[in-house]
């Protein structure tokens, strides 16, 4: 399976980005995919997750500004990201969770600018 994240870039602070995620290959829709993030020095953390049946949860810290969504008939995972901060700076990922079970992508750089 390979993942393929794209839609970062350079925001001001304030701004939105919308994060798709491509799997190819075998990989079942009712797993459940997350969004996760590392910051230059932190390890990689989840950021939100939603499962084959449309549920969703975030972490604290992106709650009521991310919005997680996937299309299953295009194999895709979209991140929406609104009232981005300088603390979202990072470098994003997707991958199945708990457990990631395909190779990390290159993932996309998100850099916001206070």
């Known amino acids: 399976v390979r993942l393929v994240e794209s839609g970062g870039g350079l925001v001001q602070a304030g701004g939105s980005l919308r994060l798709s995620c491509v799997a190819s290959?075998?990989?079942?829709?009712?797993?459940?995919m997350a969004w996760y993030r590392q910051a230059p020095g932190n390890q990689r953390e989840m950021v939100a997750v939603?499962?084959?049946?449309?549920?969703?949860n975030y972490v604290e810290s992106v709650k009521g500004r991310f919005t997680i969504s996937r299309d299953n008939a295009k194999a895709t995972v979209y991140l929406q990201m609104s009232s981005l901060k300088s603390e979202d700076t990072a470098m994003y990922y997707c991958?199945?969770?708990?457990?990631?079970?395909?190779?990390w992508g290159q993932g996309t750089q998100v850099t916001v600018s206070s």
């Open positions: 939603i499962n084959g049946g449309g549920g969703t």
């Open positions: 991958n199945t969770f708990p457990a990631p079970k395909a190779d």
């Open positions: 290959g075998s990989i079942s829709n009712l797993y459940t």
